[in-house]
């Protein structure tokens, strides 16, 4: 099993940064794909941005620009950089693990216990 600790969650006003990190732990060799996604209160949860193999990345269309993904194998950490940040980024940000490339969280089987972004205009 893999255990996923995050950071970074804070308000911050409209065009600023934050960056994310997520601590994982455990079985970390079978984590193929690493991704970070979104939850704001009544929306589903959504995919921002994923990482695989050698350092792929995928990233949806509201992160495309602003956002950006890296991991640290050394200290099996991911990260998430998000710069440019509006309104709408405000939500609950989750890091997972996964086995295939995908946006639906239902092919992820870890999770993180989410932090809060809050983006004030």
């Known amino acids: 099993q893999v255990h996923l600790q995050e950071s970074g969650g804070d308000s911050v006003q409209a065009g600023g940064s934050l960056r994310h990190s997520c601590a994982a732990s455990?079985?970390?060799?079978?984590?193929?794909?690493m991704a970070w996604f979104r939850q704001a209160p009544g929306q589903k949860r959504e995919g921002v941005a994923l990482i695989f193999g050698e350092g792929l990345t995928r990233y949806t269309g509201s992160a495309k620009g602003r956002f950006t993904i890296s991991k640290d194998n050394a200290e099996n950490t991911l990260y998430l950089q998000m710069n440019s940040l509006k309104p709408d980024d405000t939500a609950m940000y989750y890091c997972?693990?996964?086995?295939?490339?995908?946006?639906?969280?239902?092919?992820?089987?870890?999770w993180g216990q989410g932090t809060q972004v809050t983006v004030s205009s």
């Open positions: 997972a693990t996964g086995q295939i490339v995908s946006w639906d969280p239902r092919d992820f089987g870890a």
């Open positions: 455990g079985d970390t060799a079978s984590s193929r794909v």
